[in-house]
C-alpha cells in the first residue's frame, strides 16, 4: 500500500513534470509513465480506503453470511493478523476458531504467528482460537471437521492457478455437511465457485461487494449439502 501510494505518486509526478516541460518523444513518453504510475497510486489509494474504512465492514459482510449457533467448530484460511479469525471466535462463544497461514511476508507486513496470537489476547478470546501452520492446498483436517470455513484476501495469493483451485477443493473437503464456506477476495471468486460446486457444494453467491469493502472486493457463499 505504501509503495503504491509513495513511488506511484512520486512517479506520476515526475512524469507529469517532463510531459509539460519537453516537447516531443520525450514528453510522450513521460506521459504515459505518469499515467501508469497513476493508476498504480490510485490501487495504493484503495487499499488505504479499505484498510480505514472498508475492512471491518467486509469482515461483517462475511461472517453475516453465516447463521451462528454459537458452538461452530471454525477455519479461518489464511488469517493473517487475525482480523477475520477474531470477528468469527466473537460469534462462537462456545465454539473454536482454527486461525491457519504460511505465514508469508510478501503481502502483509510483520506477518508471525506470535503477533496474532497477542493479538487475540488482547481481545480475550485467545482461549477459544489456535493459530497454526499450514498450506490451504493440503489441509492436515479430516473430510467433515469444520461447521465453516472462512477466508479473506488469501486464495489469490496462491500460485500456480490450479494449486489455488485445489485449495477450494481442500476447502469444501473439510466443510461438514449442511456448513458453509464464504470467501472474501479483491479478484473475481468465480473460478473458485465452479471449484467449489465440482467438489460438491452449492454456490449461493458469488458477486462483487464494491460498496461493502469500498474497494475490490468480491465475496462468495457456499454450502455443503446434508
Given at each position: 500500500m505504501i509503495g503504491l501510494l509513495m513511488g506511484g505518486g512520486t512517479v506520476a509526478a515526475a512524469g507529469t513534470f517532463v510531459a509539460v516541460r519537453y516537447s516531443s518523444l520525450l514528453s510522450a513518453t513521460a506521459t504515459i509513465i505518469a499515467v501508469l504510475a497513476t493508476i498504480a497510486a490510485f490501487f495504493g489509494l484503495l487499499m488505504l480506503i479499505y484498510w480505514l474504512a472498508g475492512k471491518k465492514r467486509t469482515r461483517e459482510a462475511i461472517l453475516n453470511s453465516v447463521s451462528w449457533s454459537g458452538f461452530e467448530?471454525?477455519?479461518?484460511?489464511?488469517?493473517?493478523?487475525?482480523?477475520?479469525m477474531a470477528g468469527a471466535a466473537h460469534r462462537v462463544p462456545y465454539g473454536h476458531v482454527v486461525g491457519l497461514d504460511a505465514w508469508s511476508v510478501v503481502d502483509l507486513s510483520n506477518n508471525r504467528a506470535e503477533v496474532t496470537r497477542r493479538n487475540l489476547e488482547l481481545e480475550g478470546i485467545a482461549d477459544r482460537c489456535s493459530v497454526v501452520t499450514g498450506d490451504a492446498r493440503n489441509l492436515d483436517y479430516p473430510d467433515g471437521r469444520f461447521d465453516t470455513v472462512v477466508s479473506l484476501l488469501c486464495l489469490h495469493n496462491i500460485e500456480p492457478v490450479a494449486d489455488r483451485l485445489r485449495?477450494?477443493?481442500?476447502?469444501?473437503?473439510?466443510?461438514?455437511?449442511?456448513?458453509?464456506?464464504?470467501?472474501?477476495?479483491?479478484?473475481p471468486t468465480h473460478a473458485y465457485a465452479e471449484a467449489l460446486q465440482k467438489a460438491?457444494?452449492?454456490?449461493?453467491?458469488?458477486?462483487?461487494?464494491?460498496?461493502?469493502?469500498?474497494?475490490?472486493?468480491?465475496?462468495?457463499?457456499a454450502e455443503k449439502p446434508a
Open positions: 467448530q471454525v477455519l479461518d484460511v489464511g488469517t493473517g493478523a487475525g482480523f477475520l485449495a477450494c477443493s481442500e476447502i469444501a473437503r473439510v466443510l461438514k455437511p449442511a456448513g458453509f464456506a464464504v470467501i472474501g477476495d479483491y479478484v460438491g457444494l452449492r454456490v449461493h453467491q458469488s458477486r462483487a461487494a464494491f460498496g461493502t469493502a469500498l474497494s475490490l472486493m468480491w465475496i462468495l457463499v
